[in-house]
Antibody, heavy 120, light 108 residues
Framework: EVQLVESGGGLIQPGGSLRLSCAASGFTVSSNYMSWVRQAPGKGLEWVSVIYSGGSTYYADSVKGRFTISRDNSKNTLYLQMNSLRAEDTAVYYC??????????????WGQGTLVTVSS | SYVLTQPPSVSVAPGKTARITCGGNNIGSKSVHWYQQKPGQAPVLVIY???DRPSGIPERFSGSNSGNTATLTISRVEAGDEADYYC???????????FGGGTKLTVL
């Protein structure tokens, strides 16, 4: 069964750092495109970042320069390192496996999400 | 960046057909994907590549895409279909995902 389990969320002060993890089972992270998507409380979905199977990474403008996506092939785990956190980064963070065809990508499945709260 | 526009809410009676739109500049030239999200749960893919259904998604869910509007159609709506629905495209020019603002489907 394909499954994604996020961890690492919590309460962090503005300006702080946090690393989220997404443990995958049932497939190989390094052979797939993988994304992070977030959802602020009561708001819609916002795409955050993607890592391609070849290792290329891309980010939403709102997190570029502050967040870093990476993976550990030996642990079959995806990460999101978040630095210089702001109140507006408060959200549930989901990891998802990307499926792509014809230049378009979609997300399936998704993890259950982990809540990040940035507050003093 | 590319913008997707959805109506904030759609209401429909049980057994009727719900149509949720997703507007974007020449969206018909892109592939559109749709997600269902129930309260407290992660999103679930219900339509990909404009009109394809993942395994396990009822045939009542269908999609279309042309011109400046993509549409998710839910036939014979059930109470269990009440959820938020999001459209999504991939902006290949910037290698970024883009979501619509979401539509809350209410079953009357």
């Amino acid at each position: 069964e394909v499954q994604l389990v996020e961890s690492g969320g919590g309460l962090i002060q503005p300006g702080g750092s946090l690393r989220l993890s997404c443990a995958a089972s049932g497939f190989t992270v390094s052979s797939n495109y993988m994304s992070w998507v977030r959802q602020a409380p009561g708001k819609g979905l916002e795409w955050v970042s993607v890592i391609y199977s070849g290792g290329s990474t891309y980010y939403a403008d709102s997190v570029k320069g502050r967040f870093t996506i990476s993976r550990d092939n030996s642990k079959n785990t995806l990460y999101l390192q978040m630095n210089s956190l702001r109140a507006e980064d408060t959200a549930v963070y989901y990891c998802a496996r990307d499926s792509c065809s014809g230049g378009s990508c979609w997300f399936d499945p998704w993890g259950q999400g982990t809540l990040v709260t940035v507050s003093s | 960046s590319y913008v997707l526009t959805q109506p904030p809410s759609v209401s429909v009676a049980p057994g009727k057909t719900a149509r949720i739109t997703c507007g974007g500049n020449n969206i018909g030239s892109k592939s559109v994907h749709w997600y269902q999200q129930k309260p407290g749960q992660a999103p679930v893919l219900v339509i990909y590549y404009d009109s394809d259904r993942p395994s396990g998604i009822p045939e009542r869910f269908s999609g279309s895409n042309s011109g400046n509007t993509a549409t998710l159609t839910i036939s014979r709506v059930e109470a269990g279909d009440e959820a938020d629905y999001y459209c999504q495209v991939w902006d290949s020019s910037s290698d970024q995902g883009v979501f619509g603002g979401g539509t809350k489907l209410t079953v009357l």
